[in-house]
């Protein structure tokens, strides 16, 4: 209460150590200190211009027009309690604190080292340096709504939010628990665990630019796209609709429904490693490799080009299109239970299996050794050497 009631014209320094609420009006060229270990809440809507210096306590601000126009030095705490934009640049050693159930977006290329507390509301990135260079603890919402790469590691039990057009990257080893959601843009994962441990609902990009086994469950009505030379493993039981691409190294599904129910467009390499019925439709360029124990069917009519190598257990094709156009390298079981024309190239020291009661076409020039077992319909071989060179 030492300065009365009335408003404050500080063309100068204003130095505040004490507690408690200052709701006088703050106008003026002047900077603001706050010292001290006491809390300090400003309230108004405050328009001085020579920036606020935390030096000790904790500095609240109940209004976003609290701390006037200036830059902020915080070498304690700043605790933002309010929504709206806060475009002040904030510096120094201290750390931000968002309280409150209000959204607040933080939109200056902020410097401050000392860490980042979300403990209620939204709190808003609309720069990719807003949150400085300090580590950020997550318990409510962070929404990220910038491109760049974000490389603060991120925990809490709170979800962080992807929104807007741009691309952003995550590169930290990421703890949060909360889940990810992906409402806009792409969200580019380069550390397999960027978005923590909860689910993430993906209606826009998921983009996974790192190898190692990405156990997150994946749903929502958006796209997962693999990138980059490394090789990556899908172990969940997801249920994301907008398709996959790969383009580049190698994804290994190690559950049937792992990638979703969109089709597939691989230029690179798909491993599926599991059993089960795989009804997504597969194109593009790159090759499928059938590895594991397991026995798994391939139903959809598929147009990949870059071929099949079979290296475990056993593939079975319900279609005579299930293998696309490419050559089959078979060093396992082939199961064909289908009918029409196969033509494509099967080797390798596998056998081939014809089951079904349809009948079934080999045209091609076979070089396979494991030899073929007809169990089942009409297996027709229109090339003397299309049964390959073992027993029959």
Request: no cysteine; proline share 0%.
């Amino acid at each position: 209460d030492a300065l009365g009631s009335g408003d404050v014209t500080d063309d100068a320094t204003l130095e505040l150590n004490t507690g408690g609420t200052f709701d006088n009006a703050i106008g003026g060229s002047g900077n603001v200190v706050k010292s001290g270990a006491d809390t300090l809440t400003l309230s108004g809507s405050n328009s001085y211009t020579g920036g606020t210096t935390i030096s000790g306590g904790t500095l609240v601000a109940s209004n976003v027009e609290a701390l006037g126009t200036g830059d902020v030095t915080n070498n304690a705490t700043l605790e933002l309690n309010t929504g709206g934009d806060f475009i002040n640049n904030i510096g120094g050693t201290g750390r931000v604190e968002k309280s409150g159930d209000d959204t607040l977006t933080l939109s200056g290329s902020n410097t401050y080292t000392g860490g980042t507390l979300i403990n209620g509301g939204t709190l808003v990135a609309s720069n990719v340096e807003a949150l400085g260079t300090g580590d950020v603890t997550d318990n409510a919402t962070l929404a990220l709504n910038t491109g760049g790469t974000f490389d603060n590691a991120i925990s809490g039990s709170g979800q962080v939010v992807k929104s807007g057009d741009e691309t952003l990257t995550l590169s930290g080893t990421n703890s949060y628990t909360g889940g990810t959601t992906i409402s806009g843009g792409t969200l580019v994962a380069t550390n397999v665990e960027a978005l923590g441990s909860g689910d993430v609902t993906d209606d826009a990009t998921l983009e996974l630019n790192t190898g190692g086994t990405f156990d997150n469950a994946i749903s929502g009505s958006g796209q997962v796209v693999k990138s980059g030379d490394k090789m990556l493993t899908l172990s969940g039981a997801n249920s994301y609709s907008g398709g996959t691409l790969i383009s580049d190294g190698t994804l290994v599904a190690s559950n049937v429904e792992a990638l979703g129910t969109g089709d597939v467009t691989n230029n690179a390499t798909l491993a599926l490693n599991t059993g089960g019925d795989f009804t997504n439709n597969i194109s593009g360029s790159g090759q499928v490799v059938k590895s594991g124990d397991d026995t798994l069917t391939l139903s959809g009519a598929n147009s990949y080009t870059g071929g099949t190598t079979i290296s475990g257990g056993t593939l079975v094709a319900t279609n005579v299109d299930a293998l696309g156009t490419g050559d089959v390298t078979n060093s396992s079981t082939l199961e064909l239970n289908t009918g029409g024309t196969f033509d494509n190239a099967i080797s390798g020291s596998g056998q081939v299996v014809k089951s079904g009661d349809e009948t079934l076409t080999l045209s091609g020039s076979n070089t396979y050794t494991g030899g073929t077992l007809i169990s089942g319909g009409t297996l027709v071989a229109t090339n003397v050497d299309a049964l390959g060179t073992g027993d029959v």
